[in-house]
């Protein structure tokens, strides 16, 4: 985890995508999107199997890296109705029954909006944006919250990088807005079959790429 400091506050960014809040044992994952590959594929698209093992695992390393108390999803839990399928229900209850204990939080997203709320038997806290915590308003849209730096997702943010020959990279990224003018912060999207938009930086911007297993501060910003 690459550590920085953010609106006066400890945050480590994993390189899974999620960001830790050590002083309040809070984990923020954006853009979860359960369910998208079994939603593509009803609709008759050949889509990845596995997608949902695969956000979990990573999930579970979160977890189990951090010894975090709480996880808050920043929206955009279930992709939409048609991913109440049973099969990734019945993953998601696996998962849950073996983390009893890990409070669970939904900051509703606009696909939780048509999805609806993820089922009871998860036990989940639902709320509706700004959540908030310490300095941060944890939300789902990236859009101002005044006097709190806001933390969300949305926009699936990803970089462009040089990469050997000549040839470009685009790695997902943690694109936070400076502070006093653009008190914003988006994390990447967490799901493992989710697509990615490129920032248009501000000055002032810091982003860090995710690259491989590793978060790395990008050059050339802030």
């Known amino acids: 985890m690459l550590h920085i400091r953010l609106a006066g506050a400890d945050v480590a960014l994993h390189p899974t995508g999620g960001a830790w809040l050590p002083e309040y044992h809070t984990l923020l994952v954006a853009d979860a999107h359960f369910g ?6 009803k609709l008759g698209v050949p889509v990845p199997q596995g997608t949902t093992t695969e956000t979990l ?17 920043l929206g955009d839990f279930l992709h ?3 991913s109440h399928a049973s099969a990734t229900l019945a993953a998601l209850a696996r998962w849950r029954m073996d983390r009893a204990g890990l409070q669970l939080t939904l900051v509703r997203g606009n696909h939780d909006d048509h999805a609806g709320d993820p089922p009871a038997a998860l036990g989940m806290d639902v709320v509706d944006e700004p959540l908030l915590l310490g300095p941060f308003a944890l939300c789902h849209h990236p859009e101002p919250v005044p006097g709190a730096y806001v933390l969300a997702g949305h926009w699936h943010p990803c970089i462009s990088v040089r990469g050997r020959a000549h040839d ?7 694109w936070l807005g400076d502070e006093a003018r653009h008190p914003v912060g988006v994390l990447p999207a967490f799901g493992s079959f989710t697509g990615m938009h490129p920032v248009a930086l501000r000055d002032g911007d810091r982003v860090y790429a995710v690259a491989g297993d590793e978060v790395r501060y990008v050059p050339g910003t802030a």
């Open 36 to 41: 998208k590959a079994v939603s593509f594929r």
């Open 57 to 73: 695992a990573q999930l579970s390393r979160l977890v189990a890296e951090t010894g975090a108390r709480r996880m808050v999803f």
């Open 80 to 82: 939409s109705a048609r």
């Open 168 to 174: 470009r990279l685009r790695l997902p990224c943690f």
